[in-house]
């Protein structure tokens, strides 16, 4: 990518967090990023294209931050948290792309990406989910979809709060957190 893309690419980010997904004109890029409409849209052919590279880079990011996580396979609640804290710890040194993403993901924008760009990492860590939850015989009683919307809206949500100052971040707000999230899904398990 040029040094242009990635300004443009940083001036949406910029403004995609702060106003959300709607409103961002080429005009509005082009006055944030210091250059033409033209040059816009010689390096993304359509203001959706950009919204939606933007996500895809900052998806592609938070899945390297937690691809290599290593699993206590003997305890369900630890290996949670290892590939959580992991992905949570990239929310919280990342909040401006964090707040891009959650307005991404609250946006029209986000149901109709291609979601086969988040597929590899989606059944990546689907896998791994899956894996365990076989090991500890939850494997029937999961809906994927509604696992992975849970954890991710309420792990942004909780992120976001702590980066505006909100929830104070400390270890122990980290797991209280961490602990409502599995605990709620543990529960919805059991019925």
């Not at 294209?49 to 938070?62: C, G, N, Q």
């Not at 939850?133 to 709060?161: C, M, P, Q, T």
């Amino acid at each position: 990518m040029s040094d242009t893309a990635k300004r443009i690419v940083q001036g949406v980010t910029e403004l995609g967090a702060e106003f959300g997904m709607y409103g961002m004109t080429s005009k509005i890029i082009a006055k944030k990023c210091e250059c033409s409409e033209g040059v816009i849209f010689k390096h993304f052919n359509t203001l959706d294209e950009l919204k939606k590279e933007v996500y895809y880079d900052i998806d592609s990011e938070i899945y390297q931050s937690i691809k290599n996580v290593e699993f206590d396979e003997s305890d369900l609640k630890t290996s949670v948290w290892q590939i959580w804290n992991k992905y949570f710890e990239y929310l919280l040194s990342h909040p401006l792309k964090t707040r891009y993403y959650k307005n991404f993901r609250s946006s029209n924008l986000y149901v109709s990406h291609d979601h086969s760009k988040d597929n590899d990492h989606y059944y990546t860590i689907m896998k791994t989910i899956n894996n365990l939850s076989e090991k500890f015989g939850l494997y029937e009683r999961i809906s994927y979809d509604v696992l992975w919307f849970f954890i991710i809206d309420n792990s942004l949500s909780f992120a976001l709060k702590i980066s505006d100052g909100s929830i104070e971040n400390t270890v122990t707000n980290k797991k209280m957190i961490f602990n409502i999230i599995f605990k709620q899904i543990i529960n919805e398990l059991k019925f």
